[in-house]
């Protein structure tokens, strides 16, 4: 899978944090890595260009222009490609939850950019401002540290029309209805049962329980489907979990 985003952007990021953009080195940045992780299956695909973009008009084609609206401050530019065609197993999961997230933007759920690499100088008041750092890679993750460093796809998806036959008991609701009934009246009965069958499942989701079990220490931390706060890293020994874990944790 192709993507691109934004791997850092110069705003005040949840820990109070401000990257300098155009210091940021980036001669050893390579590749897309899983939730922050350190092993090898951790690397997930490859950045094959970046630049470093200050202004609307230091931006190159439509790709660049929708991180621009995006962030609307300087950013890092990112674009690359995962190996989920591969085979490698988290980045497929990886690309499975980018098509999850797509298909569903009801829910909590979103997938984001996180720079890695290292802090060579602060200033600002209180230390805050990241004035030299080096990146190393950019990582998948679905707690982003800044909420403006968003992923894309280069293909996006749409929704498709909702075409599915009505299930076989809605037939039979049907043939036991007023022979007289009219056809329209016949076709509000079914979009009528097919709504509420969506709200039954649309509820069922929404208050359902799942869990991430740690492949390091075993522990399980539950949460809910439909919480803004979907953990990353596991609650027991502060391992992080990989898009393959977070993908099954929302499929259960």
């Avoid at 001669?27 to 299956?41: C, T």
């Avoid at 709504?195 to 220490?217: A, M, P, Q, W």
Wanted: proline letters at 4%; glycine letters at 8%; one cysteine or more.
């Amino acid at each position: 899978m192709r993507i691109y985003g934004i791997g850092a952007a110069e705003n005040s990021d949840n820990s109070g944090e401000t990257i300098i953009v155009k210091n940021i080195d980036t001669s050893k940045l390579r590749g897309f890595v899983d939730e922050h992780g350190s092993d090898a299956w951790s690397i997930i695909g490859g950045i094959d260009y970046f630049k470093k973009i200050h202004a609307l008009e230091e931006c190159e084609d439509n790709h660049q222009r929708r991180c621009w609206d995006s962030a609307q401050v300087p950013f890092l530019f990112v674009r690359g490609t995962i190996a989920d065609e591969s085979g490698h197993p988290n980045a497929i999961a990886a690309a499975s939850l980018l098509k999850f997230t797509a298909l569903h933007p009801e829910l909590p759920l979103k997938v984001g950019l996180s720079i890695e690499g290292g802090i060579v100088e602060r200033s600002g008041p209180g230390d805050k401002t990241l004035s030299k750092t080096i990146a190393t890679g950019v990582a998948f993750t679905v707690k982003p540290c800044n909420p403006k460093c968003a992923l894309f796809m280069e293909n996006d998806l749409q929704k498709s029309d909702f075409n599915a036959p009505p299930p076989k008991e809605y037939y039979e609701a049907l043939k036991k209805s007023d022979a007289t009934t009219s056809f329209r009246e016949n076709k509000m009965l079914v979009t009528a049962m097919l709504i509420e069958d969506l709200k039954k499942s649309v509820n069922s989701y929404y208050g359902s329980f799942t869990h991430l079990k740690c492949y390091r220490c075993g522990d399980s931390t539950r949460f809910f489907k439909s919480s803004r706060d979907i953990p990353n890293r596991c609650t027991g020994c502060g391992s992080a979990f990989h898009m393959s874990d977070i993908y099954k944790a929302m499929k259960q």
